[in-house]
C-alpha cells in the first residue's frame, strides 16, 4: 500500500470497563472525543499512520472491549502484538487495582515476551483523583514499562503515549522485522526489512 | 411434507435450545438465541474464513458485501464492522481457534452445532443465490467447527423439499403474472445469448434476473422473520426459481438451435432423477464401441450430488477417437511394439522430430481424430462458459469433473469464464483428469479465480499415450495430465494417480476407483476418500455418500444413534426423519404420504 511505510504493528489496548480504551483511540485517530461513546462490542478496529523518528510506522490498534461479558475474546487479539497499551482509570483506584490481572492475562496469551508495554492513567482531567501519579509510575516501573498520564478528554498526553510505544518498538529490531517476514497473514506486501532501527536498546522513556 | 417438518423441527429445536417459550413458532434466528459474545465470534469467525479462502483483491467486494450483510443478520450494531472489516481483510486471523472454541461453548451450540451450518445456509440463500463462495465457506466454517459435512448436504436437502411443496402451492395470479414477464425475458434473452436458445417443450421458467423484484419483496420476510422458515414461504418460491434457472428445465432443458461455431453436438444428460441446491456436470473425454460407447457410462457410480449431468458433444469425432485409442491398443500395434513405444514416450530421450518410423505408423492413426478432438474440445468448453455464465443451471454452485479431453473442455471452459465479468461464485470444485492441457502455473493462475472452491488435477506420471499423443500437437511439455502443476493457490490440489491408472484409457476403465481415490462420492462407498486435501474440505469425501443409499432398517439404527442429539425433533414430529440423518428422497417423500 503505502510505499515509504517501514513496516505495520499490531497494537492493543487492554483495561477495564469504563476506563476510556475507546475515547484514547479515538482523540488519536480522529482527534474527536464523545462522552456518550458506547461500550464497545467485541473490539473495535483501526489503523493509523504516524511517523516517528522519520520512519513512518503504520499501525493496526485493536480496541478490545473491556466489559466482563466480552472478556472471553480478549485472548484471540493479543497473538501477534507487538505492543500494549495498558489503560486504568486515575479516578477509579479499582481499575488500577485489577492491573495485575490484566498483566497475568498479557503473560498468558502473548506470543512473544518481549512485547513493549505503555501504562497510560486516563481522566486526569478529572478533579477526584483517586490514584496518585507516583503510585501509578511505580507500577510502572516494576513491571518495566513505559508511562504516562492522559486524558482522551482534553486531548493531554494521548499522541505522545501512542509515539513512545511506537518509539519503542522501532528500537527493538527483532521485535517487529520477523515477524513481518513470515507472518501468515501478511498486514501489507509492501513490508521490507528494517531501513531505520537504529541503535538496540536505545531506551528512554518518559521516566 | 415431511422433509418441511424436518426443517421446522430443526427450527424448533434450536428454539428450544434458547429455552423460550412457544415451541410452536417454527424457526427463530439464531441472532436472536446466541449472546452478543458468541455472535461477535460468529461473524468474526467468518471474516476470518471469508480472508483465508478468498484473500484476493478482485474478492473484495464479495467479502466486504457478505460481512456487512452478515453484522447485519446477527444484528449485530454498525459499531463491530470497522473490526469485522478488518477481520475480512485477513487482519487478526491469530484468533480463529479462539472464536471456534468460544462459539462452541456456547450452550445453543454446544447441543446442537448444527445450528450454525442452517443459519449460514439461509444467510446464503436470502437473496435466492447460492454463490459458490458462500457454500465453499459453509463447508469451512463447518470444519472449524468441527461438524461433519453431510449435515450441510442434509439441510439443503431437506430445505430444498419444503421450498418445492410451497411451489406447488403458487397462486394462480401470481403465476399468471410470472409467465407473462417470462415471455417477454424469453424475447429477450433470445437477443442476449445469441448463441443458441432455450427450448425444449417445457416451461421456461424464472431466471434469477426476473426473481430479483420477488426476492426483494420477500427478502424482508426472510430476514426480518424466522429465517429458516420464512424460506419457505412466498419468498421461496422466487428464491427456488432463481436457484434452479429455466424452471424446471435447467440444463436438459437446453438444446442447442443451431450449429453454434465449429461445434456439431451439445447437450446436457441427466446421470440423476434427484434436484440439488449444488449439481455437478460430467465430462466424457472419448467413447468407445460396446460398454463405454456412451457418454454416461463412466460416470455410473458418481454421486456427487444427487443432481449430475453429462455433457454430450460431438459424439462422431469422439467415437472416432476412441476407434482409433482402441486399434492402437488391442491389434493394430503389438505388445512388443506397445512396450517398445511407452519406453521411448516415458524416456523422454526422444524429441518430437526424431520418432522411429515404426511409431510413426501408430501416429498416423491416432493424430488425425486426436487432433480434431483437440480442437473441438476447446471450442466446447468455451460454449459451456457461455451457458454457465448465462445461468441456465440457475443460481446455484457447479462441480465439473472431467477426464482426457473432457478435462480439457473445462479448462477451456474456466479460461473463458476468467475473460468474461461476473464469473465469480458459479464453479465451486473442478476435477481434471489426465487433462491435455499446458501444465505451466502461469496458464493456470487465472482460471484459478474462477473457482471457489478446489481445483484438482489428476495426473499420472506414466500415461504414456497422453504423452505421445500430445507430442506434436503442441510443442509444449508440461501436461497436467503428466505432472502436478505448481501453481500456489489454497485451491490447487494435484493428485498422483499412478498408483490407480496404468494408462490413459484407465481414466475411462477405472472411473470408479478414481472417483474414489479423488475423493469425489459415489454410490457404493460410505467410507472416506484416502486422497482428500485441504483440511477445510476434507470431512466432506467422508461424508454423506451413504445417506443416500443406506436402508431402511441401517437408517433406523443410526437415527437412535442421534437421537440423543435430536430429541427435540422427534419430540416435535415424530414421524418425520431425524434432521441429522435425513433419508433418500423417496423415503421423505414415503413417509410424508404415511
Known sequence: MDEDVLTTLKILIIGESGVGKSSLLLRFTDDTFDPELAATIGVDFKVKTISVDGNKAKLAIWDTAGQERFRTLTPSYYRGAQGVILVYDVTRRDTFVKLDNWLNELETYCTRNDIVKMLVGNKIDKENRDVDRNEGLKFARKHSMLFIEASAKTCDGVQCAFEELVEKIIQTPGLWESESQNRGVKLSSKEEGYGGGGACGGYCSML | MAAEEKWKSLASKQHSGAGEAGGKEPGVLLSQQLAEPGRFAYAALCGISLAWLFPEEEQSSFRMGFIEGFVKWLDLPDAVLPAMTAFANGLGGEGTETFAQLLLQDPILKENPVVITQDLLSFSLRDGHYDARARVLICHITWLLRIPLEELEVLEESLLESLKEQKEEESETAEAARKKKERRKKLKRYLLIGLATVGGGTVIGLTGGLAA????????????????????????????????????????????????????????????????????????GWLCPGKYGSFTAPWSSMLQSSEQYCLAWESKYLMELGNALDTLLNGFVNMMAQEALKFTVLSGIVT??????????????????????????????KHLAHILLSRQQGKRPVTLIGFSLGARVIYFCLQEMAQEKDFQGIIEDVVLLGAPVEGDPKYWKPIAKVVSGRIINGYCRGDWLLGFVYRTSSA?????????????????????????????????????????????????????????????????????SGTQKEEGTEQEEDEDVAASDALSASAHCPDSPSPVLGGTKEQTAGEGAS
Open chain 2, 213 to 284: 423484484p420477488l426476492v426483494a419483496a420477500g427478502a424482508a420476510t426472510v430476514i426480518g422473520s424466522a429465517g429458516a422458515a420464512a424460506l419457505g414461504s412466498t419468498a421461496g418460491i422466487a428464491v427456488m426459481a432463481s436457484l434452479f434457472g429455466a424452471a424446471g428445465a435447467g440444463l436438459t432443458g437446453y438444446k442447442m438451435k443451431k450449429r453454434v461455431g465449429a461445434i456439431e453436438e451439445f447437450e446436457f444428460l441427466p446421470l440423476t432423477e434427484g434436484k440439488q441446491l449444488h449439481i455437478t456436470i460430467a465430462i466424457t
Open chain 2, 476 to 544: 509444449q511439455i508440461n501436461v497436467a495430465g503428466l505432472q502436478p502443476v505448481d501453481l500456489e493457490d489454497r485451491r490447487m490440489v494435484n493428485m498422483d494417480l499412478s498408483s490407480v491408472v496404468n494408462g490413459h484409457l484407465d481414466y475411462m476403465k477405472q472411473m470408479d476407483t478414481i472417483l474414489k481415490a479423488v475423493g469425489i462420492k459415489t454410490k457404493e462407498e460410505k467410507g472416506s476418500g484416502s486422497f482428500s486435501s485441504p483440511p477445510a474440505r476434507q470431512s466432506q469425501q467422508a461424508a454423506g
Open chain 2, 352 to 381: 518430437a522430430l526424431t520418432w522411429p518410423t515404426s511409431l510413426l505408423t501408430v501416429a498416423n492413426v491416432i493424430d488425425n481424430p486426436w487432433g480434431v478432438c483437440l480442437h473441438r474440445s476447446a471450442e466446447v468448453g
